[in-house]
């Protein structure tokens, strides 16, 4: 079970520790779905421990992240 020591959780990694985990692309993607309250549909969509080939995951976050922007924006936040 993760307890939020290095390399133990993948989200943990890339949003805590700073620690380069799949790409630059997909890490910055998963930490701006995180700052987006998306952290639970995130681990809901992807299992990160065992992901997908990057190109499956990448765009997979890219349209996550874009879903989760224009809801935000629908919901009066500034993005």
Request: glycine fraction near 6%; charge should be negative; aromatic fraction near 6%.
């Amino acid at each position: 079970m993760p307890n939020g020591r290095k390399h133990d959780n993948p989200i943990t990694d890339i949003i805590h520790w700073k620690i380069p985990v799949f790409s630059p692309t997909a890490d910055a993607l998963i930490a701006e779905i995180v700052r987006l309250g998306g952290e639970k549909q995130l681990e809901s969509a992807f299992n990160l421990f065992s992901p997908p080939p990057l190109d499956h995951l990448e765009p997979g976050l890219r349209q996550m992240r874009d879903r989760m922007l224009a809801e935000a924006k629908e919901r009066g936040w500034e993005v």
